[in-house]
Each structure stands twice: as C-alpha cells, then as structure tokens.
C-alpha cells in the first residue's frame, strides 16, 4: 500500500504548492482512495505531477465538514466522475464556525456543490465497509480526552450554535497482513480514541501505522508527553506520521518521546506500508 501527501501545510518541495489543509491518495491492491481534497483544490496540481490519477479514484473519503478538507470538492467531481464519495450525513447538516483569533469565521463545505452531485454520495451515521479489509470508522467512544484546540469550533444547525463534538469525523482504515492503518486526516476526536475504535471494529489489536493531522495546537496545553507515552504502551509496534494541525511543539514532544516511530510529513511525501 502506498499513501501519498498531495497537499498539506509544510512543503519542502519548490516544485509542488502547499496550504492549509490536507488531501491524501492511499492505493491499496485493489482500490484508489481519496482521503479529503484541501482547501481549495491545488492538491490536484500536485496529484499531476507525483503521477497520481484522480480521473480513475474509486472512492473518495470525506473525514469531516471543515473546508480546509472539502474545499477542493468542486474540482474533484470536475476531474472524476465516477468515484462514490462517503461522508457523515451531518455534513450537509451542519455550519461549521471557528472563533479562533476572536472572531468567528466560517468553516463549512460549499453545499452547492455537494447537492449539485447527491446522486455520488453516500451518507452514513455508521461505521461502512468498503470491503472486508477496510472501514470507514466514526469514534463514538471518548475514554481519552480530545484535543484542547477544539474548544475554538463550533458548528450550527436550525440557528442554534453548540460546541463541536467531532460526532461528524469519519477515519480510513484498512487491514493488512501485518495490522492495521489509519487514515485520519485531523483527529478531533483525539488519536486514542480513535485507534482504539478502530481496533475493535476492525477486529485487530495491532496497529501498525497511524497518518494524519492531531489538532495539537500550538500553546493549547495538550499532555502531548502523556499522550506519547500511552501510544508507546498501547501500540508499541505503530509509526505515527503526522503534520497539518499538528504544532511544531507538539512535533518535538513526539520526536523526542517516539524516536524513530515518529515522522514528521510533507507535500509529495510518499508513505509506504
């Protein structure tokens, strides 16, 4: 398997553009996935020229509603029209807000554009198979707390505004013959929460690789230290490759905590499993 960073906040990469939001290509044996599509659609640039086919992805997964991972959906049905695209239901239903800095300002996906193209969507409020090896995965468990930068969301539906609980964050996972990997894009719900409720509904304790953003924010307070070394116990076997919302402090905590288990990625990184 092989996942592919086709647009995220770092770049070390003149060649290939960069912003804020995250679009990742995973191409198992079988199947071409799509995992959120940035902010504004650049991502596809990138897919260009790191030899990446939009055109004949199968599937294309939205993890949640926030636009720096929807915004690139126009472009995305432009260039492929046939891939079916999950989502939680709750994305057509909510507003998305964020009042970081002071101010709120909006997060929510263009729903034009989402009910322009209803007929290739599939709306779930549970865990989806795509096959027997692998999941679309919502976290309804919280036993470990979610990350503080979630205290600056919110989302609103029928006019009132109420705090954003995550209950719309879908996760990737697939199973291989070595254990499990996670595709998910922010963790709102926070990374161990999210791995154990892959493991259980998966069926398999061994969680070898886990990829995506974890919403530590920089100066948010997170016990990023207690958070390493609960990864360390619970999945002595995982690398975790990380970047988007994932400060720089937090990156050091984990670096020096996780060793080489711990990887820092970029636009073009390429993640072999």
Sequence with gaps: MKITILIDNRNSNPALVSEHGLSLHVQTKTLSILVDTGLSGKAFDNAEKLGVDIETVDYLILSHGHVDHTGGLRRFVEINKTAKIIASRL??????????????????????????????????????????????????????????????????????????????????????????????????????????????????????????????????????????????????QMHLYTSHCTGDEACKVLSDKMFDKFHVFGVGARIEV
Aim: glycine share 8%; hydrophobic share 35%; aromatic share 10%.
């Design 91 to 236: 994305v057509r239903d909510y507003q998305y807000w964020s009042n970081r800095g002071g101010k709120f300002h909006s997060l929510s996906p263009d729903v034009e554009v989402i009910n322009q193209n209803i007929e290739r969507f599939i709306f779930i409020d549970d865990n989806y198979l795509i096959d027997n090896k692998i999941g679309c995965v919502f976290t309804r468990r919280q036993s470990f707390p979610q990350p503080n930068g979630n205290r600056y969301l919110f989302v609103e539906k029928g006019g009132g505004m109420s705090p954003y609980t995550a209950d719309d964050e879908l996760v990737l996972t697939i199973k291989t013959d070595e254990g499990l990997v996670v595709v998910s894009p922010c963790s709102h719900c926070g990374l161990l929460n999210i791995a154990d409720e892959c493991c259980k509904y998966m069926n398999c304790n061994e969680l070898t690789t886990f990829v995506g953003g974890l919403h530590l924010l920089n100066g948010e307070g997170d016990d990023v230290a207690r958070l390493a070394e609960l990864i360390s116990k619970k999945y002595p």
